[in-house]
């Protein structure tokens, strides 16, 4: 079974420029979340979807960043307008939708670097 | 969900048990312990989780305390490859909004 995909792994964007992070839940999940990792920092939640619906987004900032998690596809996370401080490693995680262990289930990250 | 308090770095010797602390004196009666652990720009991996009696698995052992105000992960003879940030996080088990708040955890350092 694959777990939870990430892609790119790697991207590298201008300033100003959009990036676009893409995350495939493990098969049968149906809640993703996103966390970001500042370099030599710990991870911070960002947001939480289940399918077609933001259920908590407290960690998202308020400007340039979107999520979404279509009935159809990955879960995407776009960050417009991107600037240095976007620099990070972004890792994405799954979780069933029934009442379970409680684990979630992580990516191996996509790390963006912003010039 | 409950804090928890971890010291922020550890050294351990090759083959020894490694014991790994973590305070959480505010833990509500429904609120699990889980251990994460995240190894140099991997993703983090679960290890174990436990309620109040102690659990054991492949990769570690989970010790709680009685008043469950504390609880000890062990990994029983630790490797090179055990080299990690090691997260104590507790919360409620629930339907949806499972989301995990991470602290800054332990980086154990496990030395040839």
């Known amino acids: 079974n694959a777990g939870v995909m990430q892609n790119p792994r790697h991207l590298v964007r201008r300033r100003g420029q959009e990036a676009r992070l893409r995350c495939s839940p493990v098969k049968g999940h149906s809640h993703v979340y996103w966390y970001r990792q500042l370099p030599e920092e710990g991870l911070k939640f960002m947001v939480y979807l289940q399918k077609e619906n933001i259920i908590d987004e407290s960690g998202m900032p308020k400007e340039r960043f979107s999520a979404e998690f279509p009935k159809e596809g990955p879960s995407i996370l776009r960050i417009q307008q991107v600037v240095r401080g976007d620099s990070a490693a972004y890792f994405c995680?799954?979780?069933?939708?029934?009442?379970?262990?409680?684990?979630?289930?992580f990516g191996e990250g996509s790390r963006l670097t912003v010039l | 969900d409950a804090k928890t308090t971890q010291p922020p770095s550890m050294d351990c010797a090759e083959g020894r048990a490694a014991n790994l602390p973590c305070n959480h004196s505010t833990i509500s009666g429904n609120e699990y312990v889980y251990w994460y652990r995240q190894i140099h720009s991997q993703g983090p991996q679960y290890i174990i989780h436990g309620l109040k009696n102690n659990e054991t698995n492949e990769m570690a052992s989970l010790i709680i305390t009685e008043d469950r105000k504390s609880s000890t992960l062990i990994l029983p003879h630790a490797t090179l490859r055990d080299t990690a940030v090691y997260y104590c996080?507790?919360?409620?088990?629930?339907?949806?909004?499972?989301?995990?708040?991470f602290g800054q955890g332990t980086r154990l350092t496990i030395n040839p």
């Open positions: 995680a799954s979780s069933p939708q029934q009442r379970n262990t409680g684990e979630l289930f």
């Open positions: 996080i507790v919360r409620v088990l629930r339907e949806g909004a499972q989301k995990l708040v």
